[in-house]
């Protein structure tokens, strides 16, 4: 089973979303496109947040540029919906803020004897499509949590306070209040 690289491996960015460029048509794209890991983008009652019934808004920011593996974001988004279903019952709104549309690309190296003569080094490596990652930059919102009284805010600030460990950046989270 392949395993995913550390998330370090992507911390800086580096890159920005692009396609080989090739004197054959063929070689120009990306032949396949990993499938999507991130299923939601928003959860809860969108309606009360359309028409303003929330009273607090909390935002989780990136501190830094970074690209964000879709697997990362899925795993927070399901551990914030999971408990905010439980502890905030239906009077939340969550919302994924950043989008992994830049296809993550691995050349792969063989190792042992012989292998020298077998590979061609990182002459021409493209690399093979491994995963998505959005490329966040220093202070955008990743997360968005609205909900209506204050006890559910101090829930739901500790909720994104546990999620930062899941985050390969620093982080800060925003909080706002409607009157």
């Known amino acids: 089973m392949a395993t995913l690289r550390k998330a370090s491996s992507y911390t800086k960015m580096k890159a920005r979303p692009y396609t080989r460029v090739s004197k054959v048509k063929a070689k120009s794209y990306i032949k396949t496109v990993p499938p999507k890991k991130l299923v939601k983008m928003r959860m809860g009652k969108l309606n009360l947040y359309e ?9 989780l920011i990136s501190k830094e540029n970074v690209q964000l593996r879709d697997n990362a ?33 691995e050349n ?23 995963g998505r990652a959005a490329l966040v930059k220093e202070n955008q919102e990743l997360f ?13 600030q ?13 982080t800060k989270i925003v909080m706002s209040r409607k009157n």
Request: positive net charge.
């Open 108 to 130: 792969k190296m063989l190792t042992g004897a012989g292998s020298d003569r077998m590979q061609t080094g990182m002459q021409l490596s493209f690399g093979k499509t491994i």
């Open 144 to 156: 968005l949590i609205a909900v209506g009284n204050e006890k559910n805010m101090k829930i739901s």
């Open 73 to 105: 974001l899925e795993a927070a988004r399901q551990f914030l919906n999971n408990k905010l279903e439980k502890l905030a019952k239906d009077s939340f709104y969550l919302e994924v803020k950043v989008v992994p549309h830049h296809i993550l690309r």
């Open 158 to 170: 500790n909720l994104l306070q546990k999620i930062k460990a899941k985050l390969p950046c620093s």
């Open 51 to 59: 028409q303003g019934q929330f009273k607090f808004i909390l935002k």
